[in-house]
């Protein structure tokens, strides 16, 4: 194989009660990337199209987290890059996730598949760290791994993935606004009443059995953020509004993917995520911000190869 | 049907990171309680064996929740109830909850099953709160549903029934010293590290997805509590000693059983629960404080009708 390219999706990070700890993959919306096996060594960007972003290999997350698997691995050849973004950077849908992950992925590739979901995903989170100074891991768990994850824990590392109702579809708008990550998690209590906790942690208990069960009501019920969405929605203009609208459309919740300032809503079926997308293009249509709307199946695979 | 004689589990509740949401039902240890049928309307304890409980219907956990039931279905009836402790109220194993559980479960034996499940633990949850103060659900929900439980949800009360992977056992030791609930309570913080409440949530997560799939070190993984035990666990002597020889001797995880001073721990499979049994009875024999050990399945059917 000389040349491979993939689609690496975007995710929505925390799922409401699952603030920092769970995300799933996105079908509609990612960036598509190419591979170039070359006999020099090391790695090069030739073309990145969509989004404005750094070719300086060392700081682009894609291109660090290649440099660092061919080290790693002692590859004896090289790898040309190219990124399409299929969906901006600073949206709340894992833009460095999606890069990074789809790096890991496409270089493995290469390595006759050398590396685990779990070695990828570490991979990819040196990537997160590069663009966004953190090694965060649930936008990139979710990308490799698909469908819904749970990043159980850091230290070890450990990504439980999490079955996928069939019906489950997103609806998801991104407001053309900037929130930046750093202001996302400055407005973030250190502490937090125990009883939130609690009623945060039996929701994500609950998040989790829904899953299982495909039991929708129990996932709906479930999908309740106490903690980051309260601080953080005042970021995002006109956040109750489209969460309001989504609810009343039919959504089985709704809430801020990442750090915002995307909005995402949870549905049963094709028929409720089409009503969700209208009533959202309704509330959002006269705000005078842009934005962008999209509805997308829950994608149970992350990463796929298109040639 | 003229007399009923049930058995009414003791439960562990909290689980270690499911601190006031997770319980599930013990197989060896609970109550036994008759419920006669009677002309005369009303509810008479007729005989306490086994704890010294009061007579008082009013104040009696399981009298007070016959009363209320046969109050809201307008019986026609009363009951004459006896109650036969198998284990020692204040031990941490939902003394007062077995109690008020199986009255609830007897009662609706007579009344065609009017009431659910759901209802039944209403009716308990009164009778928690008459013997503690606190309509708490975890212990009474384990009792009623079996197996375990998460508790969703307050308002309104939502119950989650999860499975029981087969080889699960479980050891306690109950120490025969008192903890009161009231200082219990109290020892714990009103706010917690928000980097905790993630891991804590995280890991209820992980345990849920461990008994969904019955992966065993999952749920070992999972069974940690960064919350009530580092607050509670010095008024439990040899808290410590307990836990360290369980794991040591193969248990999945140990903690304390509701607000102690029982110590649990899960084990995969009867040979482990043997050693943990062993290692937990070592540690404790010469430490002077009189204790009962002993091991059980998780009851996965809850109450069960004796004749």
Known sequence: MKTLKIFSPATVANVSCGFDSMGFAVDAI????????TTEKGVKI?????ADLTYDVDKNAASAVVKKIL?????????????????????????????????????????????????????????????????????????????????????????????????LRVVAIHP????????????????????????????????????YTNNYELISNSLVDLVAEPARKSLIPFFDEVKES???????????????PTIYALCEGDEIAEKVHNAINEAYKNTGIDFELFI????????????
Request: net charge neutral.
């Open 30 to 37: 990612g960036d598509e990337m190419t591979f170039t096996k």
């Open 46 to 50: 030739t073309n990145i199209t969509g």
């Open 71 to 167: 080290l790693e691995a002692n590859a004896n050849f090289g790898i040309e890059l190219t990124i399409h973004k299929g969906f901006s950077p600073g949206s709340g849908l894992g833009s460095s996730a999606a890069s990074a992950a789809g790096a890991a992925f496409g270089v493995n590739q290469f390595l006759e598949n050398k590396y685990s979901e779990l070695e990828l995903t570490k991979f990819a989170m040196f990537g997160e760290e590069v663009a966004c100074g953190t090694p965060i891991a649930d936008n990139v768990a979710a990308a490799i791994y698909g469908g819904f994850v749970l990043v159980r824990s850091y230290e070890p590392l450990d990504i439980i993935k999490l079955p996928v109702p069939e019906k």
């Open 176 to 211: 053309q606004i900037e929130v930046k990550t750093k202001d996302a998690r400055e407005v973030l209590p250190k502490e937090i009443p125990l009883k939130n906790a609690i009623t945060q942690w039996a929701n994500v208990g609950g998040l989790v059995s829904g899953l």
């Open 246 to 260: 989504a609810v009343k459309a039919g959504a089985l919740g709704a809430g801020i993917s990442g750090s915002g």
């Open 296 to 307: 997308s199946k829950v994608n149970p695979a992350g990463m796929k190869i298109i040639k």
